[in-house]
């Protein structure tokens, strides 16, 4: 019988199924995940920029550009409540 102070063991990374993990990097980037996530809402915004006439693509391009920021945003919220839970 374990204690149940002790952690879970898991088992060892299959590397037929998960290659990355035999050279040692097994895992994401989600700083560098975050900092492409506003890199591309300024990417969108930048559109707004240009020799257009019409407005109805300034429309999709703020919708777009806000629905991602306000995701980035979401997920910032969410990552620091999550010990919480």
């Given at each position: 019988?374990s204690?149940?102070s002790?952690?879970?063991k898991?088992?060892?990374v299959d590397?037929?199924?998960?290659?990355s993990a035999?050279?040692g990097?097994h895992g994401?980037?989600?700083k560098?995940?975050?900092?492409?996530?506003w890199v591309?809402?300024l990417?969108?915004?930048?559109?707004?920029?240009?020799?257009?006439?019409?407005?109805?693509?300034?429309i999709w391009v703020?919708?777009?550009g806000t629905?991602l920021?306000?995701?980035?945003?979401?997920?910032?919220?969410?990552s620091?409540?999550?010990?919480?839970?």
């Amino acid at each position: 019988m374990s204690s149940s102070s002790e952690p879970d063991k898991r088992p060892a990374v299959d590397t037929h199924d998960e290659p990355s993990a035999d050279w040692g990097w097994h895992g994401s980037l989600p700083k560098g995940m975050k900092i492409a996530g506003w890199v591309s809402v300024l990417a969108t915004f930048s559109l707004l920029i240009g020799n257009h006439h019409g407005r109805t693509e300034d429309i999709w391009v703020i919708a777009f550009g806000t629905g991602l920021a306000l995701l980035l945003i979401w997920d910032q919220v969410r990552s620091r409540t999550s010990w919480r839970r």
